[in-house]
């Protein structure tokens, strides 16, 4: 197991933005993984907000489409996601994630412990 640690949570304002880190203790790990920002709320399945792959390739989820950046730095195994113009609904538990499968004999798909971040209305 890898470990995956995020940060920059909190309550935040309705417009208002925030912005999440996740470091992974691997820098190995992190190079060779599409890492990605998944998020909880209360009641809900888990759900994918962004991801950004090896070669810089990324995808959002519509939800968030227009208000968020995801950024990988290799040289730090840090990732990172800033969600702008933040909505109630963008209220739950962000989790980081790290998933490959790099070639036949390795694969691993890790997350993180979760980082909570809410929206007041």
């Known amino acids: 197991q890898v470990q995956l640690v995020e940060s920059g949570g909190g309550l935040v304002q309705t417009g208002g933005s925030v912005r999440l880190s996740c470091e992974a203790a691997?820098?190995?790990?992190?190079?060779?993984?599409?890492m990605g920002w998944y998020r909880q709320a209360p009641g809900e399945p888990r759900e994918l907000v962004a991801r950004?792959?090896?070669?810089?390739?990324?995808n959002f989820a519509d939800s968030v489409k227009g208000r968020i950046a995801i950024s990988r730095d290799n040289a730090e195994a840090t990732l990172s996601l800033q969600i702008d113009k933040l909505k109630p609904e963008d209220t739950a538990v962000y989790y980081c994630?790290?998933?490959?499968?790099?070639?036949?004999?390795?694969?691993?798909?890790?997350w993180g412990q979760g980082t909570q971040v809410t929206v007041s209305s």
């Open positions: 950004v792959t090896v070669d810089g390739r990324t």
């Open positions: 691997s820098g190995r790990i992190f190079s060779l993984s599409t």
């Open positions: 994630n790290a998933k490959s499968s790099p070639d036949r004999f390795e694969s691993w798909d890790y």
